[in-house]
Structures are given as structure tokens and as C-alpha cells.
């Protein structure tokens, strides 16, 4: 099985999730605009680019601890 290209990692205590690409962490994303951000920097600059995303921890709409599932 390989790893999956993009993964966003659980919120953390100060609100932020890790993001990973292609085994790099590229950052701390605050919201979408930052996971945006770090794939484009990737070299993914058009949404119709992006392999699928690994949310652990809940989906986009989870960035605090406290809204994990």
C-alpha cells in the first residue's frame, strides 16, 4: 500500500494541523487558505490537480482539538 501524496494531521493544542506532501511536512495550516497554500507551493496550483487528501482527525471543517470527531 502506498502513502497517500497529501496528508493533513490532527489538530494540534494551538489550533494548527501539520500538512504533509509527498512524505515532506510542508507546514502548519491555521485553515484551508494555508493547506491551499502549502499544496501550491507543491506544485498543485489548480484544484483539479490535487491527488486525494488523508484528513486524520476530521475533515476541513475540523482546526481545533475540541472539534475533532
Do not use: K
Not at 496528508?7 to 515532506?24: A, S
Not at 499544496?39 to 484528513?55: M, N, S, T, Y
Request: net charge negative; glycine share 12%.
Amino acid at each position: 500500500m502506498t502513502e497517500p501524496r497529501v496528508v493533513v494531521y490532527p489538530p494540534d493544542e494551538d489550533g494548527t494541523r501539520r500538512v504533509r506532501v509527498d512524505g515532506v511536512i510542508l507546514g502548519r495550516a491555521f485553515g484551508m487558505a494555508d493547506v491551499i497554500e502549502f499544496l501550491r507551493r507543491a506544485g498543485l496550483d489548480d484544484e483539479a490537480e490535487w491527488p486525494p487528501i488523508e484528513w486524520r482527525g476530521g475533515g476541513p471543517e475540523v482546526w481545533t482539538a475540541a472539534d475533532q470527531p
